[in-house]
């Protein structure tokens, strides 16, 4: 296609006669290939179809316009805001929430995500440009430390005689999750996209990121104080609260696999329950007798017994009737307004200001390692995949689980028969 170019030829994209046919291929100035800071995309072949080869030489034209613009110091004037440009971390971002691998999340975990990455996204670098605005190609190792150290030194935000302040410890588990996000969008959409756009070499991988302090974990109840809670919720009349933290407890439970996900149907009394652990893909039959019949959790079972089955799920409840209006059948719990009246149940039963819902399972899994649970045994039940090399234990699961139960359940005796002394 020598001469004259149709109309919407895109520039830098050349045609050459072959034997098969023409071909087509993207070829940016000598000059944007060398130096210190080349285009991030070079000479290309685009195929042998016209309409395709369009499309690419039109995604790398607004590459290296980017990049041009980026070299003359304009981009800090549009900084300011999200960037449409293919290659610059706005982008990859979007990929990613496009991509399975971030659909196919809990609306939990979505949410999470998408938090980490403004974090990041948002960051403003030295001259008010967004980190967002820059090529995937500019972010190095050092640009990822740089990052992670700024983000160490936040703090909790609040507005003091009008004058906002930060206040509290560093937000040590909030950097932490952002370079998790980040480095997780970053491997998926490089896969998706290759070299040209993201490069292959992950800066935010291996970093070495700081432990949380001990004073942002997680409370662990004591089995005192799930009893009190109990009490509680039966008194104020949410008896679901109290057999949702229940199963929190013995069976390790997430709240967000309790409240919306735990049915009849996964319940065989007196013979196994089926766990789910939707953040970390884990589904396993939890035995509730050991082979000589013990029962291993009594006390969650007898609680089931007395539970009407009012719906599909196990947690349900009935919405408070509208004055004058019909009484509402029941129906599963908002995740928000099950963690509200969680929050009333906790003050009602006394418990420490930073006990919450979350604790009961943190509770369960503190009493499994007071019980001398083993790690393949601690991670089978709370369905934890942190430890690559037990991952293979994680698939075998149930015998490891039952055991474990077999111990707490031994634990819990020994308790009520002497005191924690005599255990």
Not at 144 to 161: G, H, I, K, M
Not at 275 to 292: C, G, P, T, Y
Not at 344 to 361: G, Q
Request: hydrophobic residues 35%; charged residues 25%.
């Amino acid at each position: 296609m020598r001469g004259a170019k149709p109309n919407g030829w895109p520039k830098y994209m050349k045609d050459k006669k072959t034997a098969a046919g023409v071909a087509y291929y993207w070829e940016p100035p000598s000059w944007a290939r060398t130096g210190d800071n080349p285009c991030p995309v070079s000479h290309e072949a685009l195929g042998m179809d016209y309409g395709a080869a369009v499309a690419k030489a039109t995604r790398n034209n607004e590459i290296f316009d980017s990049w041009r613009l980026a070299r003359r110091g304009i981009v800090q004037v549009v900084a300011n805001r999200p960037s449409n440009l293919p290659g610059t971390i706005d982008w990859m971002v979007r990929q990613f929430q496009g991509h399975s691998k971030y659909l196919r999340r809990s609306k939990k975990t979505r949410d999470g995500y998408d938090s980490s990455l403004r974090l990041v996204c948002d960051f403003k670098l030295k001259g008010g440009a967004r980190l967002g605005s820059r090529m995937a190609t500019e972010v190095t190792a050092v640009v990822a430390d740089r990052l992670y150290e700024r983000l160490l030194q936040r703090r909790r935000t609040e507005v003091v005689d009008g004058v906002e302040v930060e206040v509290g410890p560093p937000m040590i588990s909030a950097a932490n999750a952002a370079m998790r996000a980040i480095r997780r969008a970053w491997n998926v959409v490089q896969r998706a996209e290759g070299n040209d756009l993201v490069p292959a070499v992950n800066p935010f991988a291996r970093m070495e990121l700081e432990a949380p302090d001990d004073d942002d974990e997680t409370y662990p109840a004591s089995i005192e104080e799930l009893t009190a809670y109990v009490a509680a919720a039966d008194r104020l009349g949410y008896p679901a609260h109290g057999t949702a933290a229940m199963v929190g407890y013995y069976w390790v439970q997430r709240a967000v696999d309790i409240v919306g996900r735990l049915s009849w149907t996964d319940y065989e009394p007196g013979r196994r329950i089926r766990v789910r652990h939707n953040k970390n893909n884990r589904l396993i039959w939890q035995s509730l007798a050991d082979e000589d019949g013990t029962r291993l959790f009594p006390e969650l079972e007898a609680r089931l017994a007395e539970t009407p089955q009012v719906g599909p799920l196990i947690i349900m409840h009935r919405p408070m009737r509208k004055r004058g209006g019909e009484q509402a059948p029941y129906q599963p719990y908002q995740m928000d307004t099950f963690k509200h009246i969680s929050t009333r149940i906790c003050a009602a039963a006394n418990l420490p200001e930073e006990c919450t819902f979350t604790s009961f399972r943190h509770g369960g899994l503190t009493e499994a390692g007071d019980a001398g649970g083993t790690d393949q045994e601690l991670m089978a039940a709370g369905g934890h995949k942190t430890r690559q090399v037990l991952n293979r234990y994680t698939q075998r699961n149930n015998r490891q689980a039952t055991a474990l139960a077999r111990k707490r359940f031994e634990w819990r005796q020994a308790l009520g028969a002497g005191g924690k002394d005599a255990a």
